[in-house]
T-cell receptor
C-alpha cells in the first residue's frame, strides 16, 4: 500500500524568504511523485513531477523538488517566495491508476 | 487550453435526495477521476474510469456510483445523499501517469 505524509499542515513565511514544504511517502513499488498547488477557490494544478531520471525536478513558478529514495522524501523548495504563492500544496504518489494525495500544507506568505 | 468543467460549483441538497455531479473534459483523455476533498484529509479517490463504460472503485466508493457513457463525460451519483457526504468534489482527467487536470470543484452541502 502507498501513503503520503506532509509533516506541516501550515507554513507561514515572510515574502522573499526561502521555503521548504516536506513530503514523505511509503511504497513497496517504484513510484511516481508529484506536487500540486491549489489556489483559493480553484481546482488543483500540477506544479512538478518525478517519473524517473534526475532526482532534482524543476516546476512552474520557480519551485523545485528533490527525490530522495533512501529517505523516501520529495520535499518542495523555493528560494524566494512571493505573495502570490499563498496556496494549499499537495504532495502525491502513485502508479498510473491510483494517485494518492497527502493531507496538504497551507503556505501563507506574509508581506 | 485544457478544460475540465464541473456543472455546478455549489449545491445544497436534503438528506435522501439523489444527486448528480457532472464533469466534462475537452481533451480527449481516456482516464477520468472523482475525488472528494475534506480539510485535513486531502483528496480521496472515489471512482475512476479508463474508458467509456468502464469504472473502477477507488478508496471510498461506498454511497457513490458513476457513469461514463461518453468519453468526455464522467458523472458521479449519490443515490441517497447523507450529511456525511457534505464535501468538495473534484473531477479530473489524465493524459499521462499522474498528470491530472482538475475542474474547479463542486461544493455539496447535504442538510
Amino acid at each position: 500500500a502507498q501513503s503520503v505524509t506532509q509533516l506541516d499542515s501550515q507554513v507561514p513565511v515572510f515574502e522573499e524568504a526561502p521555503v521548504e514544504l516536506r513530503c514523505n511517502y511509503s511504497s513497496s513499488v517504484s513510484v511516481y511523485l508529484f506536487w500540486y498547488v491549489q489556489y483559493p477557490n480553484q481546482g488543483l494544478q500540477l506544479l512538478l513531477k518525478y517519473l524517473s531520471g534526475s532526482t532534482l525536478v524543476k516546476g512552474i513558478n520557480g519551485f523545485e523538488a528533490e527525490f530522495n529514495k533512501s529517505q523516501t522524501s520529495f520535499h518542495l523548495r523555493k528560494p524566494s517566495v512571493h505573495i502570490s504563492d499563498t496556496a494549499e500544496y499537495f504532495c502525491a504518489v502513485g502508479p498510473y491508476d491510483k494517485v494518492i494525495f497527502g493531507p496538504g500544507t497551507s503556505l501563507s506568505v506574509i508581506p | 487550453d485544457v478544460k475540465v468543467t464541473q456543472s455546478s460549483r455549489y449545491l445544497v441538497k436534503r438528506t435522501g435526495e439523489k444527486v448528480f455531479l457532472e464533469c466534462v473534459q475537452d481533451m480527449d483523455h481516456e482516464n477520468m477521476f472523482w475525488y472528494r476533498q475534506d480539510p485535513g484529509l486531502g483528496l480521496r479517490l472515489i471512482y475512476f474510469s479508463y474508458d467509456v463504460k468502464m469504472k473502477e472503485k477507488g478508496d471510498i466508493p461506498e454511497g457513490y456510483s458513476v457513469s461514463r457513457e461518453k468519453k468526455e463525460r464522467f458523472s458521479l451519483i449519490l443515490e441517497s445523499a447523507s450529511t456525511n457526504q457534505t464535501s468538495m468534489y473534484l473531477c479530473a482527467s489524465s493524459p499521462s501517469p499522474g498528470e491530472l487536470f482538475f475542474g474547479e470543484g463542486s461544493r455539496l452541502t447535504v442538510l
